[in-house]
């Protein structure tokens, strides 16, 4: 292979009318984050890889790009925006006194195994809500991703809705040992029913926690599985978590955006920075979300001031994708006026450009070579 012509393995050039598509795709997404009065926002690509620790709990170590500095300090290439703007909100704001609300777009790399073509490099749009643990808060954030994807022109897509809080407090209830609990988690998110059948049995629980843990990944559907959930325990912690759920649905149906939304609680995110709910945006001609996101209340801890957060992230190219596949158009730059011209009247031409441009057309200039 002859590398001068090719990009690496999970990189792609975006060129032709796709690159202009994603732009005024991007141009739309950001009209609904502005009209949430959310502020831009940019940090640098490149981060200290402390930001990124395992203790902030974002893309595991192995899955970051690292290189070194002149000083030999480990740097990183952002794998997720979150930790990021965290640390710039610790730093520049203080969401202790008043909710901070910022929106950013760029590229996040992730060093994945390239199996099944994923990209290494996505285009990410989101939003971060700092300082704010209102049900309300959370409620908007999924008004923002509905509206999102409305503006694009998806009109078939479902927000499914999960909370950490009540799968941990169920396993804070059952003590399980560190190892244990990962294979659980892991089965519960596959939807590995015989899986978490096996692992549970072997654990000795009571036969109260046995039943909850059986039936969590069948835990997912319309509003109907609230109650259910709440039937399931009578941990306060994971009752709370219900209920919060409950009022969410509530503020969303006066955004009259209920439809959209289902609920989870087997959905657990890999990021282990997730306190409350997290969710993700479905829809056809790709299996992979078009949307995540989530609560991380103790994160912006690590950066030296706590404050109850949430936010989400667009991926662009997830959803651009979608978008061709579902063949719903997604408007482009109109091609440009073609001016030619020979030598003899490139003044006339070029004059007449200017004009034309001055006025908004479009126009490129083309010299015509004359036949001898
Ligand atoms: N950064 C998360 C999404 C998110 C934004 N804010 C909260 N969660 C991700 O990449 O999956």
């Known amino acids: 292979m002859q590398r001068i012509f090719h990009t690496p393995e999970g990189v792609r050039d975006i060129y032709n009318g796709e690159c202009s598509q994603k732009h005024h795709l991007q141009a739309e997404i950001y009209k609904v984050f502005r009209s949430y009065g959310y502020e831009e926002i940019e940090t640098p690509s490149i981060e200290y890889f402390e930001v990124f620790s395992k203790e902030v709990g974002t893309v595991p170590s192995r899955d970051l790009y690292k290189f070194f500095d002149r000083e030999g300090n480990t740097l990183v290439l952002r794998p997720d925006f979150t930790p990021s703007v965290s640390r710039a909100c610790a730093t520049y704001f203080n969401p202790d006194q008043q909710v901070v609300t910022l929106c950013y777009t760029g590229n996040t790399f992730v060093n994945n195994s390239s199996y099944q073509g994923r990209l290494k490099e996505t285009t990410q749009m989101g939003v971060e809500r700092i300082g704010d643990d209102s ?31 009540y799968f941990k407090s169920l396993l804070k209830d059952a003590g399980l040992e560190e190892e244990v609990e990962e294979r659980l988690r892991s089965l519960i998110s596959q939807k ?96 992979e979300p078009v949307v995540k996101g989530g609560r991380y209340n103790e994160l912006l801890k690590h950066f030296g001031k706590p404050a109850a957060s949430i936010g989400f992230v667009i991926v662009v190219d997830n959803l651009l994708m979608a978008l061709s596949r579902q063949k719903i158009e997604v408007a482009k730059d109109e091609a440009p006026v073609v001016l030619t011209y020979t030598e003899e009247n490139r003044r006339e031409a070029i004059l007449e450009a200017q004009r034309l441009r001055k006025e908004g057309t479009c126009v490129a200039l083309r010299c015509e070579k004359e036949e001898d």
């Open 135 to 165: 049900p309300e808060a959370d409620a908007e954030l999924l008004a923002m991703t509905i509206e999102s994807l409305l503006a694009s022109g998806l009109t078939e897509f479902q927000i499914s809705v999960g909370q950490v809080d």
């Open 192 to 287: 590995n029913y015989f899986g978490v059948e096996d692992l549970v049995k072997e654990q000795k629980l009571s036969e109260s926690l046995e039943k909850a843990f059986l039936e969590l990944p069948h835990l997912f559907g319309t509003s109907e599985v609230l109650a259910k959930a709440r039937s399931l325990t009578d941990n306060t912690c994971a009752l709370a978590a219900v209920e919060r759920l409950e009022e969410i649905y509530e503020i969303l149906k006066v955004y009259g955006y209920e439809k959209y939304v289902s609920f989870d609680f087997g959905m657990l995110s890999k990021i282990q920075y997730y306190t409350g709910i997290i969710f993700q945006a479905y829809t056809y001609g790709i299996g």
